[in-house]
């Protein structure tokens, strides 16, 4: 098994132990590295010679982000100076809120606010999706 997989597998239950608390027997963590190390190399597949390949993938929480930035900086661009926004990524949400709560989201946090600062007057919530 590559050693990238092991490393992805390792990063993801690291971040799912910071943000959600869940932890990881590490018989789990190896069984799950080779399950999905046999179901990945199916769908990236290395391309004819002369060709480029680019594979790209994105988590939830990556498109939730983007999605509150492209938000946020569209009513900038717009000159909107008071809005609230409003979305279902309540981690963000509670990152920006509350910064030293949520310090895996810093980042995120960070770029959200410098953003955010353009704007006079805004307020970001969260609001629960039903199911």
């Known amino acids: 098994m590559p050693v990238p997989w092991k490393l992805w597998m390792l ?11 869940k932890e990881f027997a590490a018989e789990d963590t190896v069984l799950k590295m080779i399950e999905d190390s046999k179901e990945c190399a199916v769908g990236w597949e290395i391309p004819c010679e002369g060709v480029v390949k680019c594979n790209v993938s994105i988590s939830i929480m990556d498109a939730k982000f983007l999605g509150i930035m492209w938000a946020v900086e569209s009513m900038v661009s717009h000159h909107v100076h008071k809005i609230i926004f409003e979305t279902e990524a309540l981690e963000l949400v509670r990152a920006v809120l509350r910064p030293k709560a949520w310090p895996a989201y810093r980042y995120q946090e960070s770029e959200l606010r410098k953003s955010l600062v353009k704007i006079n007057d805004w ?3 969260g609001v629960c999706q039903p199911e």
């Open 123 to 125: 307020s970001l919530g």
């Open 11 to 21: 990063w993801k239950n690291r971040n799912m132990f910071l943000t959600e608390a």
